[in-house]
């Protein structure tokens, strides 16, 4: 079946924009996760939804990134006068539930100049 | 969740049995070992998991230590499209399962 997708696969902003990026999970999974992932390191989570309730968003670096998932299925990961510091991978994994694996899309590279 | 140390590079010729190696000494009883691989400019791919028994499945084996304080991934034959940074991630079973990656193990197969 479909897997993760994410769009756009890259956004180029300059810095002070506001930027809105799509995650669509695989059909069915409850749980959504967002990390991100600069250059040369691991992913870092972000935030977690359970259908269209925030239940984590610790790794939330600033109140400048704001997520919601309104129908318990499709994802959007906004980012606030967009900061250089801001470039990065963002990733998108969704799974049955919280436990269960999870599955990544193949990300959206944000470039802020 | 529990840190795991991983070396940050390998070769392995192509063919060969590519064994990565995983130390996470500080595991509790109900963390799970996964095994995620990342190829350049993708998302990262589920590999496999377990909890104390070996696990096999179509891409890789997963052999964990009786202690549970270390492990290895085994790619039986490895190809040149299996060159990926590995990451071994110790995750306890949760509602709130966030992922905790560290740095992998960048994985060279080479010709």
């Known amino acids: 079946g479909a897997g993760v997708s994410q769009s756009p696969r890259y956004k180029v902003a300059k810095r002070g924009q506001d930027v809105a990026l799509r995650c669509d999970p695989i059909?069915?999974?409850?749980?959504l996760f967002w990390y991100q992932q600069a250059l040369g390191q691991g992913p870092e989570f972000l935030t977690y939804f359970q259908n269209e309730a925030q239940l984590d968003k610790s790794g939330l670096p600033s109140d400048r990134f704001f997520a919601e998932r309104p129908e318990g299925s499709v994802s959007t990961l906004k980012i606030q006068r967009t900061q250089q510091e801001d470039s990065a991978v963002y990733l998108c994994?969704?799974?049955?539930?919280?436990?269960?694996?999870?599955?990544f899309g193949p990300g959206t590279r944000l470039t802020v100049l | 969740d529990a840190k795991t140390t991983q070396p940050p590079s390998m070769d392995c010729a192509e063919g060969r049995a590519a064994n990565l190696p995983c130390n996470h000494s500080t595991i509790s009883g109900n963390e799970y070992v996964y095994w995620y691989r990342q190829i350049h400019s993708q998302g990262p791919q589920y590999i496999i998991h377990?909890?104390?028994n070996n696990e096999t499945n179509e891409m890789a084996s997963l052999i964990i230590t009786e202690d549970r304080k270390s492990s290895t991934l085994i790619l039986p034959h490895a190809t040149l499209r299996d060159t990926a940074v590995y990451y071994c991630?110790?995750?306890?079973?949760?509602?709130?399962?966030?992922?905790?990656f560290g740095q992998g193990t960048t994985l060279q197969v080479k010709p």
């Open positions: 994994a969704s799974s049955f539930s919280g436990k269960d694996t999870q599955y």
């Open positions: 059909s069915g999974h409850v749980s």
């Open positions: 991630i110790v995750r306890i079973s949760s509602n709130t399962g966030k992922l905790i």
């Open positions: 377990g909890l104390k």
